[in-house]
């Protein structure tokens, strides 16, 4: 399907409350699909919530693929035949916790997992980072996942492009103090032209703690346009039309992930 919408789950989050995310991240995954989204993405961490000043109690949190909130998105996505990528504190095979995304099939199968490849503040204490970077060919072409602070990395955006990523998602839980509004709008549109995709990032919403989240949801063309976004940090769902024929033909046009010297750039993995 080479043209579909997406819609994307800005929503405040009560953290640690896995039930009350849960009814309130159903609800809103139903209005998405009652309003045509076909792929559908709830933000970081969204049946926790995330606290950075916390970790250690998310950690607590982590659960396996078969446990409660998976299962629950998982029949959800069947019985509303989308694709949802549901990002949560997962816990792995071998006792450690990562910070997951979690990308479900219209059959409710379980497409893949990308973890978080870079940790930031306490996570690197708590949370096992990934090193992998798949791309998955789905009916709604193929797709790819960076979660928050790794779309500051640019080497991320580029192996998945590399890998064929039409559209790149970016579950986050972005705050809103000092910079980070306009340090979230820069990466974005960057990555989106470094790699000639589609970005779909959607932040959550609301306080916790003493962290206020930026919000900001939106959906980047593969030349860097913003093509919608929320202004206000509340909650709601973004949507946006696709067409994935726009990625073939800017890459036609633009030859920079054909024109590249991986020769030269040695010095990126020796640094």
Same mark, same amino acid.
């Given at each position: 399907m080479r043209k579909y919408k997406l819609g994307l789950i800005q929503m405040d989050l009560a953290f640690l409350d896995k039930e009350a995310n849960l009814r309130k991240a159903s609800e809103m995954v139903r209005e998405a699909a009652a309003n045509g989204a076909s792929l559908i993405c709830?933000?970081?961490?969204?049946?926790?919530?995330?606290?950075?000043?916390?970790?250690?109690?998310?950690?607590k949190m982590a659960e396996p693929l078969d446990g409660e909130s998976v299962t629950v998105m998982r029949k /959800? @996505? +069947?019985?509303?035949?989308?694709? /949802? @990528? +549901?990002?949560?504190i997962y816990a792995a095979a071998n006792g450690e916790a990562?910070?997951?995304?979690?990308l479900i099939n219209d059959e409710g199968e379980i497409e893949g997992t990308y973890s978080k490849?870079?940790?930031?503040g306490d996570e690197r204490t708590y949370f096992q980072r990934g090193n992998e970077y798949p791309v998955w060919n789905t009916k709604f072409g193929?797709?790819?996942?960076?979660?928050?602070?790794?779309v500051c990395f640019p080497e991320t955006s580029r192996i998945l492009a590399l890998r064929g990523a039409e559209l790149m998602l970016v579950p986050s839980a972005?705050?809103?103090?000092?910079?980070?509004?306009e340090w979230w709008d820069l990466n974005l549109a960057c990555r989106a032209l470094d790699n000639l995709l589609y970005v779909a990032a959607v932040n959550r919403c609301g306080q916790s703690g003493e962290e206020i989240f930026a919000g900001k949801s939106q959906v980047i063309s593969p030349i860097g346009e913003v093509l919608a976004a929320f202004?206000?940090?509340?909650?709601?769902?973004?949507y946006q039309e696709i067409d994935?024929?726009?990625v073939a033909k800017e890459r036609e046009f633009n030859t920079v992930l054909t024109d590249r010297h991986p020769e030269d750039y040695k010095i990126l993995s020796d640094r």
């Amino acid at each position: 399907m080479r043209k579909y919408k997406l819609g994307l789950i800005q929503m405040d989050l009560a953290f640690l409350d896995k039930e009350a995310n849960l009814r309130k991240a159903s609800e809103m995954v139903r209005e998405a699909a009652a309003n045509g989204a076909s792929l559908i993405c709830l933000p970081e961490a969204f049946n926790t919530g995330y606290l950075g000043s916390d970790i250690p109690a998310m950690k607590k949190m982590a659960e396996p693929l078969d446990g409660e909130s998976v299962t629950v998105m998982r029949k /959800l @996505a +069947a019985e509303l035949s989308v694709y /949802l @990528a +549901a990002p949560i504190i997962y816990a792995a095979a071998n006792g450690e916790a990562e910070n997951t995304a979690v990308l479900i099939n219209d059959e409710g199968e379980i497409e893949g997992t990308y973890s978080k490849s870079h940790p930031v503040g306490d996570e690197r204490t708590y949370f096992q980072r990934g090193n992998e970077y798949p791309v998955w060919n789905t009916k709604f072409g193929k797709i790819g996942i960076v979660i928050c602070y790794d779309v500051c990395f640019p080497e991320t955006s580029r192996i998945l492009a590399l890998r064929g990523a039409e559209l790149m998602l970016v579950p986050s839980a972005w705050r809103a103090s000092h910079y980070f509004k306009e340090w979230w709008d820069l990466n974005l549109a960057c990555r989106a032209l470094d790699n000639l995709l589609y970005v779909a990032a959607v932040n959550r919403c609301g306080q916790s703690g003493e962290e206020i989240f930026a919000g900001k949801s939106q959906v980047i063309s593969p030349i860097g346009e913003v093509l919608a976004a929320f202004d206000v940090e509340e909650e709601g769902i973004l949507y946006q039309e696709i067409d994935l024929e726009r990625v073939a033909k800017e890459r036609e046009f633009n030859t920079v992930l054909t024109d590249r010297h991986p020769e030269d750039y040695k010095i990126l993995s020796d640094r």
